[in-house]
């Protein structure tokens, strides 16, 4: 983002939004559990130090955390503040439910912060028109997550770059027009599976989709965005990284510019030479289906080539 402050380390290739206040992390599953200011702050901190562009600020549960609408609410108005007591960088609200951003952005500053991010518009989400409003309202950037389509009312996962491409047609629309955004403003996240386990085509999918955005001049001046560590789910963790590097690789190529990530990885681009991006790229291309065979079945030989990492 053109107004986004920067203290990207050399060599790294994309804006990073630091996710590591999000529950799925130890730390800040102990930080929420003690209601630890000091904790969030610290990785508040860490992130900074480490250049993250932008802090994500996820209060929700997970599969084995509970965590209660009102617990987050009531919050929001101690974490927010203190935050920004200890950065100046812009904070990234990410929640699908309405109320938890107005909370965020009511108590935010922006004049400290710079404006934050609103993580994000779907077609699956209840309230849109309340998102949209809030966006305009409170001059915020926006995530749009454009694996989901519109159909007949309802929302359903895409299977197509083309579903893809014109759910992000559909709303940069919407948001020139209900929330007076700019292209520079939207940040498209086309989607990014777990690759592997992706027996959908979806890692391929988001690459196709990359590339036809980056080809559409109406669409000229979006950011695009995957939640990194999503690639590496499910694998050893002696290889995570440079699984996401890999993607990185391949993703700056079709036109990634930003990642959801974790700045205490060291996230960069691979030599062509490089056994990952090797890999990863014969994977990716064996993920393919041949004519007369199946997405599954390709898939299954993706996974299968992924596994050559583990030895």
């Given at each position: 983002?053109?107004?986004?402050?920067?203290?990207?380390?050399?060599?790294?290739?994309?804006?990073l939004?630091?996710?590591?206040?999000?529950?799925?992390?130890?730390?800040?599953?102990?930080?929420?559990?003690?209601?630890?200011?000091?904790?969030?702050?610290?990785?508040?901190?860490?992130?900074?130090?480490?250049?993250?562009?932008?802090?994500?600020?996820?209060?929700?549960?997970?599969?084995?955390?509970?965590?209660?609408?009102?617990?987050?609410?009531?919050?929001?108005?101690?974490?927010?503040?203190?935050?920004?007591?200890v950065?100046?960088?812009?904070?990234?609200?990410?929640?699908?439910?309405?109320?938890?951003?107005?909370?965020?952005?009511?108590?935010?500053?922006?004049?400290?912060?710079?404006?934050?991010?609103?993580?994000?518009?779907?077609?699956?989400?209840?309230?849109?028109?309340?998102?949209?409003?809030?966006?305009?309202?409170?001059?915020?950037?926006?995530?749009?997550?454009?694996?989901?389509?519109?159909v007949?009312?309802?929302?359903?996962?895409?299977?197509?770059?083309q579903?893809?491409?014109?759910?992000?047609?559909?709303?940069?629309?919407?948001?020139?027009?209900?929330?007076?955004?700019?292209?520079?403003?939207?940040?498209?996240?086309?989607?990014?599976?777990?690759?592997?386990?992706?027996t959908?085509?979806?890692?391929?999918?988001?690459?196709?989709?990359?590339?036809?955005?980056?080809?559409?001049s109406?669409?000229?001046?979006?950011?695009?965005?995957?939640?990194?560590?999503?690639?590496?789910?499910?694998?050893?963790?002696?290889?995570?990284e440079?699984?996401?590097?890999?993607?990185?690789?391949?993703?700056?190529?079709?036109?990634?510019?930003?990642?959801?990530?974790?700045?205490?990885?060291?996230?960069?681009?691979?030599?062509?030479?490089?056994?990952?991006?090797?890999?990863?790229?014969?994977?990716?291309?064996?993920?393919?289906?041949?004519?007369?065979?199946?997405?599954?079945?390709?898939?299954f030989?993706?996974?299968?080539?992924?596994?050559?990492?583990?030895?």
């Amino acid at each position: 983002m053109a107004d986004t402050p920067s203290g990207r380390p050399s060599g790294r290739p994309v804006m990073l939004i630091g996710e590591l206040i999000n529950n799925s992390f130890a730390r800040a599953r102990r930080a929420w559990a003690a209601r630890d200011i000091t904790g969030f702050q610290r990785l508040a901190k860490l992130q900074q130090d480490l250049g993250a562009e932008y802090l994500t600020v996820n209060l929700d549960g997970t599969q084995n955390l509970m965590v209660r609408p009102n617990e987050m609410i009531d919050f929001i108005p101690d974490l927010i503040p203190a935050l920004q007591e200890v950065t100046s960088l812009p904070l990234a609200f990410d929640n699908p439910w309405v109320d938890y951003h107005q909370r965020c952005l009511e108590v935010y500053d922006a004049l400290r912060g710079g404006p934050p991010i609103v993580n994000s518009v779907a077609a699956s989400r209840e309230r849109l028109e309340e998102m949209f409003q809030l966006i305009a309202q409170y001059d915020t950037r926006v995530i749009v997550m454009a694996s989901e389509k519109f159909v007949d009312g309802a929302s359903a996962q895409c299977f197509s770059p083309q579903d893809v491409h014109r759910t992000t047609r559909e709303f940069v629309e919407m948001l020139h027009e209900k929330s007076g955004r700019e292209n520079k403003h939207i940040i498209v996240d086309p989607g990014l599976a777990p690759v592997s386990a992706d027996t959908y085509g979806l890692v391929n999918m988001g690459v196709d989709a990359m590339r036809m955005i980056r080809a559409d001049s109406e669409l000229a001046g979006v950011h695009i965005s995957v939640g990194l560590t999503n690639f590496s789910f499910g694998v050893p963790k002696h290889i995570r990284e440079g699984l996401e590097n890999a993607y990185i690789t391949i993703g700056v190529e079709s036109g990634l510019d930003c990642v959801l990530g974790n700045p205490e990885k060291q996230l960069g681009l691979l030599d062509e030479s490089d056994r990952y991006l090797q890999i990863v790229r014969q994977a990716l291309q064996e993920g393919r289906p041949a004519d007369g065979e199946s997405q599954e079945e390709a898939g299954f030989r993706q996974s299968a080539r992924i596994m050559d990492l583990y030895r």
